[in-house]
């Protein structure tokens, strides 16, 4: 679950659509952000933004792509990169257009790791760099910590050093503030000539419960042998008082025929019957199974949605190489309108920070959530390849050398060769015969 | 059963033109009538109204199928001289048995019988020698060229955590929980407990429980950049002493240093169960969300995908002399033979001393000593595969395609011990070649016998062993078969034939009816061997000073010999039937039976499948109610079921150089029959079932037999 968390959370910050443009951004711009936000499994996400326009210049080396190293950023648990490219308003009439490219980079870091076994981190225990100077092409380049929980007097969050900004939003439903360290402002980075945020906890965070997300899924098959099985979804909705709908869709291979007769969906015990289900069944080796339904979570639930399968036979060349690693079956897909905490503002897409953009808002009382839980592994009967591959290649052996040499028996035609009979003399005496006329001996 | 009647007459109407047509009295047949014979009168068991239908067309060439008793004889040519029909009570042994002269099955198939039961003995003490075992050696590729750098070096770290839970569990009472998860939550797992509760069928008296709770603790180390399909299972049961303590040291401290590389590709499972194995079995039935065995348990919270492998760990000293490796699992299940071979190879990698079945591995296997210790080693693995029984923790995973093995540190007093740095580096590298395969373990053999770690009987192999014993029972059936039709045919052809006047000739009344009435009692007998132990515990303790775990066994025992009583109560529903074939029909399903029984045991089973056959057959070929009945008696009494599994636990602890005194071997025998059916109620063994209604009806058939009046 704790790995499918960042992983579903960082999807979710890379399909994040982009905003459309009101005001006129400043041309030529390059805006460049840094946001470190904790995760709920404990772990640190890191996500890298720049945005600029197509034409302008792209070679940067400083600012905060110094922190880009690839020995740090490859020993992490997870990263994603993305590229966005799209046309933008050329002037403020619109008259010409010219293009945006945004460049995406998420990062989970291992805190763990990281940190030595605590949750404490530092721009330097992350990418083993600190922030020396702002790049020169920049007109913005920011960094965001999300010190949510945090303020003056606070006892358990220590923040170094210290915010001189902070920046308030409401982030998938719930308000986050995040300290803001401006590398154009000269105080951020003269003071100590480099900057490195560090965030440590000064109360042992480990009996406080870990926050969790309100939607969160689960995935795994139940049961043993090679015959039959169970699928098994578990919704959780962690919202203390209010229940809302999600649209679970699951597309599940032909090889594993579904018993949708044994489809069955209990929140807290009870029966929960899904307001909307379409299904299409499979047709072998042809499509897979589409599953859909719509179905209310109840608050402060979890919600098992569970169907029976029984595995089907494959033919023997439809096995992959590694027929014993089994059969993936691909993740359910969730997607709700998860209810918030507080209400969102409209958001003024220019002159909020570039992540905002990464965090889709439907309404002002719910937000868009789309999870993907985790792909499953089920083994199919698998027959013993080593046999039939030796026996195939004996018999193919076999074949062919009966078959060519029966071939050649039989396509041949035979015929009796003239035995060339007599030497010398004879066939000087038909050159002779032939000279006169004659049919030769 | 009217046709199953008609179908014996069939037959031996067939017999009888047969010999006819041969143109000999009974004593000159020769072999290839009793060929002829044998052949249409299976025709004509199998197609009975068909050879009525056609036999008017038939009846010149004098068919066998054609010549039906009223048909093929005339009332007139029936000779005047014609002895009465035997009396049907009477039991005339000699007439069945010896009066027709043996035919070329008969005469062959005793001498075939004894050799092939020597040479199913010989064959099978032969496995350690040599020709028939054979070098292991390393199938799967993603496991053998890669050799790995171990690292761990937590041997303080792990000896700390080691005295903490120890500490923790004394305090306790039970096991730690809160420090368990406290502490597997410091080394960077995500922790999740589960707790599970189970009332035992009755009170298991060698481990003192009866109502049992508990509470498994696991944490998941999730492998960097993967999506959590595959994992590992690293497993220490723990008991109600802190015995194994060491062992949780160790899986804590190597928790920490796997917790620190990035090289894992599958989650690693650490998991310390409670209530030993029970524990084990209530987690990995919730992990597969099954319920097999009526356990009551708290859903899992956490879970990591398909489990490839598991490594059960026992220590119970912070050093060791030697690593003793089991494999044998739930009904006789083997892990693949490749995840022997990688612990085998890490034992020699780190040089350390490894044992199986708590025997040192012979280095010559030239000689006549090397093959001589590996046959004990291999007796002994016969016998624990035999019990059906989890030999550790790992057995329990075996149901479920995850192949596991125990490692047991044994500390004796040899000189030279190692550390828990050692084992944990064993450990290490078992690990991260585990984490290199890309499929599940399925290269090397599932099905095998291990003389020594290093040596290996494959299947093909050994299955003749059984096939050899099997064969014995066939050779009797078939011999039983023959005689069935001479018995049937004997006294009529001595006398010429019966006419169609008698109601029912004697010979044509031995049908399958016969045989229900044993049949149906033996079974019903076993039936209450399986049921009435527990079901009636109570009501044994409210009548009987006893305790309910006793009132199972001496349940157990009382129905067990009540059996042997049964041929009296019988032999008054089936003695209106001519008893001279019906003791041949009875033995000729019981043999039949017993051979399916024991060929489709050593299929699952191969060990139990050869001993019980190695047992039973010499008895249930000799059963016989005629000869020296007492010494036949003594015989089957002796191969019988329970008597094996006494026998087998006096050469268990023979083979372990540990002898047990006759009381002794009573007292064990007592409570391997209590834990056998705990096992089979807490663990679903098959052997308590299998024994109780397969095998002791099936001995029974054979009591029957033997004591047939």
Known sequence: MAVALPLVLLVLLLSGRVGGGHAEPPRDSLREELVITPLPS???????????????????????????????????????????????????????????????????????????GKKDWSLFRMFSRTLTEPCPLASESRVYVDITGYNQDNETLEVNPRPTTTYQDVILGARKTYAVYDLLDTAVINNSRNLNVQLKWKSPPENEAPPVPFLYAQRYVSGYGLQSGELNTLLYNTHPYRAFPVLLLDTVPWYLRLYVHTLTITSKGKDNKPSYVHYQPAQDRLQPHLLEMLIQLPANSATKVSIQFERALLKWTEYTPDPNHGFYVSPSVISALVPSTVAAKPVDWEESPLFKSLYPVSDSSSYFVRLYTEPLLVSLPTPDFSMPYNAICLTCTVVAVCYGSFYNLLTRTFHIEEPSTGGLAKRLANLIRRARGVPPL | MRGGARAFGTGNACGRAASRRAGAGPGVRRAGAAQSRSRPSAMGLLSDPCARRHRPGHEPRGSALASDAPGAQTPGRRPSDTPPPPPVQRWRPRAAVSEPPKSAVSSVASPCSVLSYVA????????????????????????????????????????????????????????????LERTMRSVGLEVYTQSFSRKLPFPDETRERYMVSGTNVYGILRAPRAASTESLVLTVPCGPDSTNSQAVGLLLALAAHFRGQIYWAKDIIFLVTEQDLLGTEAWLEAYHDTNVTGMQSSPLQGRAGAIQAAVALELSSDVVTSLDVAVEGLNGQLPNLDLLNLFQTFCQKGGLLCTLQGKLQPQDWTSVDGPLQGLQTLLLMALQQASGRPHGAHGLFLRYRVEALTIRGINSFRQYKYDLVA???????????????????HQSFFLYLLPALSRFVSIGLYMPAAGFLLLVLGLKALELWMQLHEAGAGPQEAGGASGPSPPLPPAQSVGLASLVAPLLISQATGLALYILPVLGQHVATQHFPVAEAEAVVLTLLAIYAAGLALPHSTHRVVSAQAPDRGWMALKLVALIYLALQLACIALTNFSLGFLLAATMVPAAALAHPCGPRPLYAALLVLTSPAATLLGCLFLWRELQEAPLSLAEGWQLFLAALAQGVLDHYTYGALLFPLLALGLYPCWLLFWNVLFWK
């Open chain 1, 42 to 116: 404990g772990d640190v996400a890191a996500t890298f933004q720049f945005r600029t326009r197509w034409d302008s210049e792209l070679q940067r080396e400083e600012g905060l792509s110094m922190l880009l190293k690839a020995d740090r950023l490859f020993h992490t648990s997870y990263h994603s990169q993305a590229v966005h490219i799209r046309p933008v308003c050329g002037n403020a009439r619109c008259t010409s257009i010219s293009w945006e490219l945004r460049q995406t980079l998420s990062v989970v870091f291992d805190a763990f790791v990281t940190g030595q």
């Open chain 2, 120 to 179: 199913g003995i010989a064959w099978f003490l032969a496995l350690a020698f040599p020709p028939l075992t054979q070098r292991t050696y390393m199938s799967e590729n993603a496991m053998g060229s890669t050799m790995v750098e171990e690292q761990f070096a937590g041997g303080e770290r792990a000896r700390g955590f080691a005295r903490d839970f120890a500490a923790h569990h004394r305090k306790a009472g039970a096991l730690p929980v809160a420090w």
């Open chain 2, 423 to 441: 084992v944990g580096k064993a450990l290490e590298g078992m690990f991260r070649k585990l984490n290199h395969l890309l499929e599940r373990l």
